[in-house]
């Protein structure tokens, strides 16, 4: 069996590592198609290298631009790849602009597509990423669905008869970090004046409904800012960008900035961290799996089970909260008692590895 894998973010790389090595240990050809969705290094390259993911075989290098210029970018160099590979599968992951382009060739080409992390919703159709996981959802010939939840979302859509429940390859790589980092006693790298033996907050801030409006992203900044804990913001170049164009300055207050972390050090600066304040549909889910309270800036998650017990926390406008009341959310205590375990055993990509074959 041939898959193409196509990826092209941070999220995807992470999720890649344990598939490709479930492929490798199957005995299956595989052929990873980096698009170049997140060209920086530091939210590339180095996963690359840190998750111990096969070199690309192909690098489309398309890089950034709007949605539709991007959408259009991968589509168009994809379809070369593709039609040269000819693959039992196209594997497609999440919920980006590369995954909807890689969807969208493959059945255009009359490929097989299966989408890992099928089945996810927000609700919110204003988001581009639901957009794109819709859409992949509906075109794909295999869904590859990640909780029961998400099962559920698609019988709604009549799409049950091709989805399998997988479990969620984010846990595998995960928990595997998570030992590895414990048993190594590795130490959060974080940014000056920031102690790691004391108290302290990591948050993340990239969603365009976050950062396109000078306002919001003001009053995130503010609201960062104000907590009575130091705040560790590895800046996504987004980011980065946005507050520049918007004049907003982040490093204030509590907030201390930082270069995007490799995904082991972020997994270490989680375990570190008294809570976690973010935007991120994935470091939501790692801060439940890592046993850390989240508080997140949207008015809605895909990942609704980590709202269990108030491990997670949605906060739409901090700046709706007086002062107190926002510090009292972000920086409560983790709830006690046993979390349950909805997204699976860490054992998906073995899981994802064998449906594919048996599907092909």
């Known amino acids: 069996m041939k898959v193409v894998s196509i990826v092209g973010a941070r999220p995807q790389l992470v999720k890649l590592a344990p598939v490709a090595e479930a492929l490798d240990r199957s005995g299956h050809r595989h052929v990873i198609v980096h698009t170049g969705q997140h060209y920086d290094a530091g939210l590339s390259d180095v996963f690359f290298s840190g998750l111990g993911i096969p070199a690309p075989d ?6 950034s631009g709007s949605h539709g210029v991007q959408t259009g970018g991968v589509l168009a160099a994809l379809d070369p790849v593709l039609a040269a590979e000819r693959p039992d599968w196209v594997l497609v992951y999440g919920d980006t602009n590369s995954t909807l382009a890689g969807a969208v060739a493959a059945v255009k080409l009359h490929l097989p597509v299966a ?14 990423e639901e957009h794109n996981r819709v859409l992949t959802d509906h075109a794909a010939d295999l869904l590859l669905a990640p909780t029961e939840e998400a099962v559920r979302h698609l019988t ?10 997988v479990g969620d390859v984010m846990v595998d790589v995960c928990l595997r970090v998570r030992d590895a980092v414990r048993s190594e006693g590795r130490a959060p790298v974080l940014p000056d004046g920031v102690d790691p033996a004391r108290p302290y ?3 993340t801030v990239h969603r365009a409904e976050n950062t396109d409006d000078p306002k919001r992203l003001a009053a995130i900044a503010d609201a ?3 907590l009575p804990l130091p705040v560790v913001l590895p800046a996504h170049p987004r980011l980065l960008a946005r507050a520049e164009e918007h004049g907003v300055q982040l490093a204030r207050g509590a907030v201390r900035v930082a270069s995007p972390l490799p995904y082991a050090e972020l997994v270490t600066a989680v375990l570190g961290a008294a809570g ?8 939501q889910k790692e801060a439940y799996l890592l046993g850390r309270p989240c508080t997140t800036l949207r008015p809605e998650t895909e990942w609704p089970e980590t709202l269990a017990e108030g491990w997670n926390v949605l906060v739409p406008d901090p700046q709706l909260l007086a002062p107190a009341a926002w510090a009292a959310v972000a920086v409560r205590p983790a709830p006690e ?23 092909a």
């Open 224 to 226: 960062l800012a104000g």
């Open 337 to 359: 008692g046993p979390r349950a375990a909805p997204y699976g055993d860490g054992r998906a990509a073995g899981r994802v590895a064998r449906v594919l074959a048996e599907r």
């Open 201 to 203: 907050l990591l948050a």
């Open 58 to 63: 192909v690098h489309l290098g398309v890089g």
């Open 156 to 165: 709604a859509e009549g799409l049950a008869e091709r989805a399998e429940l």
């Open 115 to 128: 989408h890992l992390e099928a089945g996810l919703r927000s609700f919110n159709r204003r988001m581009p």
């Open 276 to 283: 976690v304040v973010t935007d991120s549909g994935g470091l």
